[in-house]
């Protein structure tokens, strides 16, 4: 690969102060399961690199009164194996278990897939489901987004030149809330998510509620489908509704063809996985 | 190119060297280190070939900076067993039929006693999914499971 300058900072301060002078010929350097392979096919040719990985601030799992923190160089294996969020936000632990391979998965953080921000990147729709932050600091200070507005579009985020994303909140989820996540891909492991498809719902004596739909690979950003969700919300969890609920969900959805599946197959999962979702935490 | 000292500790021997950024852990641990059991099968970290424990973490060293590895505990299969003194896990590869043209061994070895670290009982198919970031062309993976399989029994027994 090309040829760079490394930088190494050791605290948020440093990190951003380096990322406001180096603006866009820097790249943050997390777990390097995506930017390594991307500088070495030359996709991005950064002329400096900037270590995120000894900045302590980014790691680690903890809760608050009312919500879960995740920081953003924590690798997906901790997240997989972490007992607190198995316990509390398992379709989180569930999606992460999808991605590549444990060596892959050792080294892969929260905060790179997110940023990296391919549109298939399978922490996103649980975290959507999840209702989750993201929170980033930059020279400005710092500033929580829904993740919903985090991604721009493939490969595109929110994030300025001279900003980080800390940490990923997600607020308690309520009770009794159950999400999945189905990840449609040809191989069991190591692949990329042709559809992915989280659902979660709140079961309240014969309604639904807290309904939340989200689709992953299917459009140029994960996304949340809101005229899905209202179908059911506070609603009955008929059949019929659930269908209903699946094929705007397939409406919503604006997938590509590609060598891994065409649109007409994607738009039909869509439809297929929303409803086995809803049917699987609904009817049963 | 500007260079950066760097200390390694590989299979319990400590390097210090002066390291390009741009330099890989694999690159820097087979062609400056000469220890040669890790391959480069990909480049990707899809084949697992390259696959060395960090700091007790099987990790594919492709994909890593030797310069972020600074300071780090590294193992390869050469730390885990050898000719005159074979681990355990590779004597069942040997035992099983495990090993065909060998290529993709070190990395299987190495990601087998992690895995069998973290997971002394497993299933045949926590197996598979815990192998799955290892590919081999020659066996068709059955007798590596069998392998795996055996000495997870044996530790049962």
Known sequence: MKSFEYHEPNSLAAAVQLLAELGTSAKVLAGGTDLIIQMEQRLYTPQHIVNAMRIPELKGIRTTTDSIVIGAATSLREIETSNLLREKVPVLCESVSTIGSIQIRNLATLGGNLCNAAPSADTAPPLLVLDAQARIIGTQGERVLPLASFFKGPRQTALLPDELLTAIEIPDPPKGFQALYYKQSPRYAMDIAIVGVAVGVTRNNGTCEDVRISLGAVAPTPLRVPEAEAVLNGQAPIAERIQQAAQISRERSKPITDVRGSADYRRAMVETLVRRGLNALLLN | ?157
């Open chain 2, 1 to 157: 190119m500007k260079t950066y000292p760097i200390e390694l500790t590989v299979n319990g021997q400590k390097h210090s060297l002066e390291v390009e950024p741009r330099e890989r852990l694999l690159d820097v641990v087979r062609d400056r280190l000469n220890i040669t059991g890790p391959k480069e099968g990909c480049g990707t970290g899809d084949c697992g070939a390259c696959t060395m424990l960090v700091d007790g973490k099987p990790v594919t060293s492709c994909l890593v900076l030797a310069v972020a590895a600074n300071g780090s505990s590294i193992t390869t299969v050469e730390g885990i067993g050898n000719a005159a003194r074979l681990h355990p896990i590779q004597k069942a590869f040997v035992e099983h039929g495990g090993i065909q043209c060998g290529i993709c061994t070190p990395g299987f070895i190495v990601m087998s006693k992690a895995f069998l670290d973290e997971n002394p009982h497993p299933t045949e198919e926590e197996i598979r999914f815990g192998l799955a970031g290892n590919l081999c062309r020659c066996t068709g993976y059955d007798k590596i499971v069998e392998s795996v399989m055996a000495v997870a029994q044996d530790e049962t027994s």
